[in-house]
């Protein structure tokens, strides 16, 4: 696809240079555009900041029908339609909350015999709930006026996905209605298994997939304990780093990000506070500052990020656990997209993991801003998936061996040689020798420990009972009797915890989520997969962890 001898080639270099003001192509865009324009549908992962919008808004201005493009934040839309008129090139958008009458006067322009726009943005629940919209596609499908269709953040489609979004599901009717039409399909974030999804529920034919790594070598990564001097560790670091540079530092409530603005702000920060309670008019007035570089942090709820296209953020600070490594990846995404050194620094303590748990039992954490309300009220497999990720980012966080890269690129599936990282991470800066150890005899005791409880305990307790705990709880259970009560008081607690969360990530144990209380909070039960841990108990599985040769034991792994 990366061949230059399409019938198109020259049109395309041209308007490149001409319109969009590109000297060349970027990874795959030429490729991406090249199969869209053959007629195929197309899935592309490319990262943010990749230049997605490229892919379709260039083959839109060289076609000569329409392109309709599924986009699931109003702001975001707005944000392209203004580039692209801009740019000279005629585009308009529908969405539900605009007024009936403009609405209309797009229709009527679309069904009229001279279309006046090149692209047209909707939301993805206008395509769900707009017959009138349908009428005019299939009016244009007709008149073979309809180009292609483009379904962008096309994760949201998966509910294994971070930011699934009831909507999406229903763009399945395009291909269906639509069949010889090109889709494509583009996202920054996607597992395997989310991808399938998306093929299979858009109902992509013969799809053609571009991927590229999302390795991005220009930051670094580093993840660190968070205490009660969270806020001190942040302002040295800042101004020992980035003193009057742009950064974001993500925090978990709304509450939280205007404590932590407040107090950069009096460690004399420019900084200010943004999340999705606040008036429509005071966020843009943030963004605005922020643009100006009139404030250079902003503490934020996930709700802040898409659509903010500035290149010059040197950090983005995790005040809080992120909910899955797909949305960590994305949102350090947002530091350093004019390819310089750019910091990604996370503060992690393991009494985070329970509170963005009993959140998102809650529903009432805030997500990334397109994602819709009802998909934070929590039903069996949506709440499942959540804590899944969540449990995957705690096993990110407390891995003080392996190269971060190489743990999140493993997670998108890709392959990531440690060596290629260059001590660009805290682990792989780490200057001790790393000694490969056998767990087996743990991982034996405290799976058989689960089998002892009668599978009806967390993770939490059975660490307790291995170490000897004599709590109330403990006793109350008669569980000071049971005979591996304290098999594990020589072993570190932070190697146990690593080796119980080792046996969960590797499905030998298998968190059972109960729902509690009346509130619907919830616990999670460790269960033992037969299957699986026969293996491991009968001695003939050895399992080795990678350890420090002084085995350090952190503070926030010595809370759980
Ligand atoms: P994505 O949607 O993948 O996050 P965008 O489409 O918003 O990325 O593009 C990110 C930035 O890169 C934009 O400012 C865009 O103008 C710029 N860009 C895209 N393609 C090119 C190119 N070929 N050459 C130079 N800049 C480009």
Request: aromatic share 8%.
């Amino acid at each position: 696809w990366s061949k230059k001898d399409f019938s198109w080639t020259k049109k395309l270099e041209a308007n490149n240079k001409k319109v969009f003001g590109n000297h060349s192509f970027r990874p795959n865009q030429r490729e991406v555009i090249n199969a869209t324009m053959s007629g195929n549908d197309v899935f592309v992962l490319m990262p943010t900041g990749g230049g997605k919008s490229l892919t379709y808004q260039l083959p839109a201005l060289i076609c000569p029908g329409v392109t309709l493009v599924i986009s699931p934040l109003v702001s975001l839309i707005q944000d392209q339609i203004m580039h692209l008129l801009q740019a000279n090139i005629p585009a308009a958008y529908l969405s539900s909350n605009m007024e009936w009458t403009k609405q209309q006067d797009i229709l009527r322009d679309l069904c009229s015999g001279h279309c006046s726009y090149k692209l047209l943005y909707v939301t993805p629940e206008k395509v769900a709930k707009s017959d009138a919209l349908l009428r005019q596609l299939e009016n244009l499908y007709a008149r073979e006026l309809l180009d292609r269709i483009v379904i962008d953040e096309a994760h949201c489609v998966s509910q294994w996905g971070h930011d699934f979004r009831p909507d999406y599901q229903s763009l399945g009717i395009l291909k269906q209605k639509f069949p010889n039409i090109p889709l494509l399909a583009l996202t920054a974030t996607a597992t395997a298994s989310v991808k399938e999804d998306v093929v299979q529920a858009l109902g992509l034919v013969d799809c053609i997939i571009f991927r590229q790594s999302f390795n991005r070598p220009n930051l670094r990564f580093s993840v660190m304990p968070k205490t009660k001097k969270c806020m001190e560790d942040i302002d040295t670091f800042i101004k020992d780093n980035h003193f009057d540079e742009c950064g974001i530092i993500y925090c978990l409530s709304r509450n939280d990000c205007e404590k932590v603005a407040k107090k950069l702000q009096e460690f004399g920060h420019k900084a200010a506070f943004y999340h999705a309670s606040m008036d429509p008019n005071e966020r843009a007035s943030v963004q605005k500052m922020w643009s100006k570089d009139e404030v250079n942090i902003i503490c934020a709820t996930v709700a802040f990020g898409m659509g903010i296209n500035k290149p010059d953020v040197r950090f983005v600070i995790h005040h809080s656990l992120p909910k899955s490594i797909e949305g960590y990846h994305q949102e350090c995404g947002r530091a350093g997209r004019d390819g310089q050194h750019s910091s990604c620094i996370l503060y992690y303590s393991y009494s985070d993991y329970i509170r963005v748990k009993h959140m998102l039992s809650h529903g009432s954490i805030e997500q990334s801003s397109f994602a819709s309300r009802s998909t934070t009220l929590n039903s069996g497999r949506l709440l499942e998936t959540n804590t899944e990720n969540l449990l995957r980012m705690v096993s990110y966080c407390e891995n003080e061996v392996d190269c971060r890269r190489f743990l999140q690129l493993v997670h998108f599936g890709e392959k990531f040689d440690p060596l290629s990282c260059k001590k660009t991470c805290d682990n792989c800066s780490k200057t001790h020798t790393l000694v490969d150890k056998d767990v087996t005899q743990i991982a034996k005791h405290l799976v058989e420990l689960v089998k002892s409880v009668r599978q009806e305990f967390s993770g939490t307790y059975i660490l307790e009972v291995y170490k000897g705990s004599m709590n109330q709880i403990v006793k109350k259970n008669q569980h000071d009797t049971l005979k591996l009560h304290g098999a594990g008081k020589n072993v570190a607690k932070g190697e146990a915890s690593r080796v119980l969360r080792h046996l969960v990530i590797e499905e030998i144990l298998l968190e059972d989520i109960k729902k509690s209380d009346l509130y619907g909070s919830v616990s999670s039960i460790l269960k033992v997969n037969e299957k699986k841990a026969c293996n491991l108990l009968e001695g003939q599985k050895t399992i080795m962890l990678r350890f420090p040769s002084v085995v350090k034991v952190s503070k926030s792994t010595a809370t759980t």
